[in-house]
């Protein structure tokens, strides 16, 4: 077997790293990644950024407006979604936490239209492309008895559909419309927009450092109506320094925080390349991160790192040695992107996970030294490979 080798793209306009050869448009279902397996006596990393859009876009609005909501929510170690879902119920975030702890119906469902709209609103987008992205996410899968679809046994409809997670409908699209606020438009479920702007409302109220009047979305268009050197409107981004050009509303709004984490992105993988192939350098700490491996050798070297696909990077490692180095993976992550947004330290996570095959699913498992599931922090705790459960036959 011979290693991947992965021809890389030129940056894409928000900065974001992308891949050629198909790997970083794989489907997340059908079992399409789990085709590529690691050659034998290596196994594969996946160390991806927890929330990190959260926390730039938090971290853009305490550098622009002065505050931030969504930064104070973070830095507590707060869920941001479910203190979202509590903003549309008129329930506590304690209330909420018990009832997400209960298995609650009713709280799961709006908690997945929350987590919508925090990744989708802070890029500046109306209550219609909300709706039409959202039903055509093919990640999401919105549960209803009379859905269409069915995935893992369960009927419902692909994507989110607000009107069933929102307002409990038993059926979207009892009535569709094909223009709205005067745009024509793809027909779409008149229910859906509605509890959308609702949404939309509801998410100001939570994070009130976006709202149009002095917030982030004022300050964006501010930028926007004033061009700069080149004669467009240009963006800033606040650390790297790197302009945009040519863009609108969306583009500024949403390209301001996703260019952040981008940036903080290809700064770790270069540090992560570094050290898998320079047998020189040595594991320092630093003001944004204290390293399980200070003092010492990386071991990370030997390793190969294969792929920045956004703000997730895969590597290979040898099975010797992979926990330790996923685990200093996730280490320059998580410093990078605090270097970039100090202010939210607290919140900045990204978690390893090593497995034999590129699972899209594979989440950190920790065993004790008597092979024991274990928390990460447990006495004798050491990362292990992740394995997808079987399914009955």
């Known amino acids: 077997p011979v290693p991947i080798n992965i021809r890389v793209n030129t940056l894409v306009e928000t900065g974001r790293a992308s891949v050629e050869d198909g790997f970083h448009g794989m489907p997340r279902k059908g079992g399409v990644r789990e085709c590529v397996q690691a050659r034998p006596g290596y196994v594969f990393s996946s160390e991806d950024y927890t929330a990190g859009e959260l926390v730039t876009h938090a971290w853009s609005c305490l550098k622009m407006v002065g505050y931030s909501k969504l930064a104070e929510a973070l830095n507590a170690g707060l869920d941001a979604h479910l203190a979202l879902a509590g903003t549309m119920l008129g329930k506590s975030y304690e209330e909420m936490k018990a009832l997400k702890a209960l298995k609650d119906a009713i709280a799961d469902s709006n908690r997945q239209a929350a987590k919508g709209a925090n990744f989708g609103f802070g890029g500046g987008m109306a209550e219609l492309t909300f709706t039409l992205r959202a039903r055509s996410n093919k990640d999401l899968f919105t549960p209803c008895a009379n859905g269409p679809s069915e995935r893992d046994g369960v009927r419902g409809y692909e994507g989110m559909r607000p009107c069933i997670l929102m307002d409990g409908m038993d059926l979207c699209g009892y009535t569709k419309i094909t223009v709205y606020n005067d745009r024509i438009c793809s027909p779409v479920c008149k229910a859906c927009v509605e509890a959308s702007k609702r949404l939309r409302e509801f998410w100001f109220r939570q994070w009130p450092e976006n709202n149009p009047q002095d917030g982030y979305f004022a300050k964006i268009k501010a930028l926007i109506k004033y061009p700069g050197p080149s004669g467009s409107a240009e963006i800033v981004h606040h650390q790297s320094k790197r302009i945009r050009g040519g863009v609108e509303f969306c583009d500024g709004a949403n390209g301001l925080f996703q260019g952040l984490l981008a940036d903080a992105a290809k700064n770790a993988f270069c540090a992560i390349q570094r050290e898998c192939v320079d047998k020189t350098c040595r594991v320092e700490n630093s003001e944004h991160m204290t390293s399980k491996f200070a003092g010492g ?66 989440e950190p498992v920790y065993r004790n030294r008597s092979g024991e599931l274990c928390k990460e922090n447990d006495d004798g705790a050491r990362l292990t490979i992740w394995e997808p459960k079987k399914k009955a036959a």
């Not at 792929?307 to 200093?328: F, G, K, Q, W, Y």
């Not at 970039?340 to 978690?351: D, F, G, R």
């Open 297 to 362: 050798p990386s071991p990370l070297y030997g390793s190969r790192a294969i792929m920045l696909a956004h703000d997730e990077t895969i590597a290979e490692h040898p099975e010797s040695v992979a926990p330790e180095a996923a685990t200093r993976v996730s280490e320059l992550m998580m410093e990078a992107l605090r270097f970039m947004c100090p202010e939210l330290s607290k919140a900045v996570k990204a978690e390893p996970t090593i497995m034999r095959r590129l699972y899209k699913g594979a």
